[in-house]
């Protein structure tokens, strides 16, 4: 019994060496490919007046994703989701569940640019690969740009600076803006002022409340006693319809242009209905853009989620293409993070709004359309601006 007892633990004790063996002999050739899934954060808002641009840019992500046989670079995917609530106070907490508990290899988000600066201070401390799928900061791709962080969405100035243009281009005189006060309104607005005002404009007002608040019936007042040639707005999801739907009933859509940037009706013309009609808006994307990739994705989204694509979803899902781009290059070695990066900075992608490529900073190089309310369609009926690509603003890369 005794020595039934010692040849046991005998054994014991040769199994566990062998098991350190093994663990080092498995440090010692590491294999070909990093073993197991890709882990990606999604950390998007799911609840709140974004609720929507999250579930779009999810739903075409994972579409990107399922086009690529469900795999990044020959890696099958593990996903992790937060709602970040659009809440900028949250977003450290949530993007380091993400990084630290998680252990994401990729965060990819988010549509809040006060959440999305919270997010990519928490990525550029931990050297965590970031995708922006939406959020609009221009501090991001700017002053604030890193290796580890690339947008496929757009910079919040851009379609002001386009819109100013085209309401200088038709010789408005005097505009009153109104916004969320926050980076992406401030921005948006900023954009809109330099071009409408080096144009010849002149803004007279510029109007602004707290987000996500959607009471604007005293702006609207306001709007009326001014009587302004036009004006521009930056609203976007659950309380941009609420403000087309607001304008309508005020009587103002009848004696005062309202003109946006495109998210003021992208993703909201079914429950903006009659309202929207005839909307002038900017941005760098049309349901009916005419190229082969667009009529592609436009079919299998709606194949897939029984409901039409919005600018969100072309956005979640150039995200998607990027990583690909990326993970191909590096066949999934998510360490060799140089080359990864090159990959991506290098990228040509096919997206739905056509070629997409990034500047220094890793923001979208895109044409910014000019497009009005058509029934249930944002029609595309010229480029605005051909090719915009941002100033360095100060981004050392
Ligand atoms: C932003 O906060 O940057 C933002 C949010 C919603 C949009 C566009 C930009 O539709």
């Known amino acids: 019994?005794?020595?039934?007892?010692?040849?046991?633990?005998?054994?014991?004790?040769?199994?566990?060496?062998?098991?350190?063996?093994?663990?080092?002999?498995?440090?010692?050739?590491?294999?070909?490919?990093?073993?197991?899934?890709?882990?990606?954060?999604?950390?998007?808002?799911?609840?709140?007046?974004?609720?929507?641009?999250?579930?779009?840019?999810?739903?075409?992500?994972?579409?990107?994703?399922?086009?690529?046989?469900?795999?990044?670079?020959?890696?099958?995917?593990?996903?992790?989701?937060?709602?970040?609530?659009?809440?900028?106070?949250?977003?450290?907490?949530?993007?380091?569940?993400?990084?630290?508990?998680?252990?994401?290899?990729?965060?990819?988000?988010?549509?809040?640019?006060?959440?999305?600066?919270?997010?990519?201070?928490?990525?550029?401390d931990n050297n965590t690969l970031l995708v922006i799928p939406n959020a609009g900061a221009d501090e991001i791709t700017g002053p604030l740009c890193a290796?580890?962080?690339?947008?496929?969405?757009?910079?919040?100035?851009?379609?002001?600076?386009?819109?100013?243009?085209v309401m200088a281009e038709q010789k408005k005189k005097t505009a009153v803006t109104l916004t969320w006060k926050y980076a992406a309104g401030d921005e948006s607005v900023g954009g809109f002022k330099e071009t409408f005002e080096a144009g010849g404009g002149k803004v007279i007002k510029e109007l602004s409340l707290p987000f996500p608040q959607v009471e604007f019936q005293s702006y609207l007042t306001e709007i009326a006693a001014l009587k302004p040639d036009v004006v521009y707005v930056f609203f976007a999801g659950g309380g941009a319809v609420k403000f087309v739907k607001d304008y309508a009933a005020a009587g103002l859509n009848k004696t005062i242009p309202l003109v946006g940037a495109g998210f003021l009706t992208d993703g909201t013309l079914e429950a903006q209905g009659d309202t929207a009609q005839g909307l002038l808006t900017t941005l760098h994307y049309g349901d009916g853009l005419d190229n082969p990739k667009n009529k592609a994705f436009r079919a299998a989204y709606a194949k897939a989620f029984k409901t039409e694509p919005d600018v969100y979803a072309v956005q979640g899902y150039d995200a998607a293409q990027l990583l690909i781009?990326?993970?191909?290059?590096?066949?999934?070695?998510?360490?060799?993070?140089?080359?990864?990066?090159?990959?991506?900075?290098?990228?040509?992608?096919?997206?739905?709004?056509?070629?997409?490529?990034?500047?220094?900073?890793?923001?979208?190089?895109?044409n910014i359309y000019l497009r009005k309310v058509e029934g249930k369609e944002n029609k595309v009926i010229g480029v605005a601006v051909k090719d915009l690509t941002d100033p360095p603003r100060g981004c050392k890369l």
């Not at 990044?72 to 937060?82: K, N, Q």
């Not at 690339?150 to 819109?163: C, K, P």
């Open 325 to 366: 781009v990326g993970m191909n290059a590096v066949k999934g070695d998510t360490t060799k993070r140089a080359e990864l990066v090159k990959a991506m900075e290098g990228a040509k992608l096919d997206s739905p709004r056509g070629p997409l490529a990034l500047n220094k900073g890793h923001n979208p190089i895109h």
């Open 147 to 165: 290796a580890n962080v690339f947008r496929t969405s757009f910079s919040n100035s851009q379609m002001g600076i386009a819109m100013g243009r």
């Open 1 to 124: 019994m005794k020595t039934a007892l010692n040849s046991l633990r005998r054994v014991g004790v040769i199994a566990a060496a062998a098991a350190a063996a093994g663990v080092l002999l498995y440090a010692g050739t590491a294999p070909a490919q990093q073993p197991g899934k890709i882990k990606i954060g999604l950390m998007l808002p799911y609840t709140g007046t974004f609720a929507a641009l999250g579930t779009s840019i999810t739903n075409a992500f994972k579409l990107a994703i399922d086009e690529n046989g469900g795999k990044l670079g020959g890696r099958e995917i593990e996903y992790f989701t937060v709602d970040d609530e659009s809440d900028p106070a949250k977003a450290p907490d949530n993007a380091n569940k993400l990084i630290k508990r998680d252990q994401v290899d990729v965060l990819v988000g988010t549509v809040h640019s006060g959440v999305a600066l919270a997010m990519s201070k928490v990525a550029r």
